[in-house]
Structure formats: structure tokens, C-alpha cells
């Protein structure tokens, strides 16, 4: 299910969806890999969300090959990696 960004306070052009009631996956749909200056954008976004909703978790559901050192931050700011086929 999507849900607004405004919601949150993020840019519109970002994708949201409801996985169920404590999951919100940010969506990243494109073929070149992400990259740390990505992965930094992606946390912000993760923070805004957890503080409007403290109980939900946060996860990115991607296509795109991620880059090993943004796998390793975005797993130690409690991100999990959900790959999108």
C-alpha cells in the first residue's frame, strides 16, 4: 500500500509503501548502484519517518546493486536491505 511522503515531511518524488503495520519500506527503483552519498540521503528519510511514527521500522526495498560500505551504515542505523526483483 503507498502512502504519502508529505506525511513525513519528505520530498514528493519519494516512494513510500506500507509492508504491514510496523514496516515502512522506502522504495529505490533504477539500474546504477547505490552509493554512500545515497545511503545517507536514504537514513535522513528513515530518521523523519521514525519520528513522526517511533514504533514503525524502516527498510529499503531496491532493484539497484548497493554498494558494500552503504550495506554495512544503513544495517548499523537499522536498516534492513529488501531486494525488489
Do not use: H, W, Y
Request: with cysteine; charged share 25%.
Amino acid at each position: 500500500m503507498s502512502i504519502s511522503p508529505k506525511d513525513f515531511g519528505l520530498p514528493p518524488r519519494t516512494v513510500l509503501e506500507q509492508l504491514d503495520e510496523q514496516t515502512i519500506a522506502i522504495i529505490i527503483d533504477r539500474k546504477s548502484r547505490i552509493i554512500m552519498a545515497d545511503g545517507k540521503k536514504i537514513i535522513e528519510k528513515a530518521q523523519k519517518i521514525t519520528a513522526t511514527l517511533p514504533s514503525v521500522a524502516v527498510v529499503l526495498k531496491t532493484s539497484a546493486p548497493v554498494c558494500s560500505k552503504t550495506t554495512k551504515l544503513l544495517e548499523s542505523n537499522g536498516i534492513e536491505l529488501i531486494s525488489r526483483t
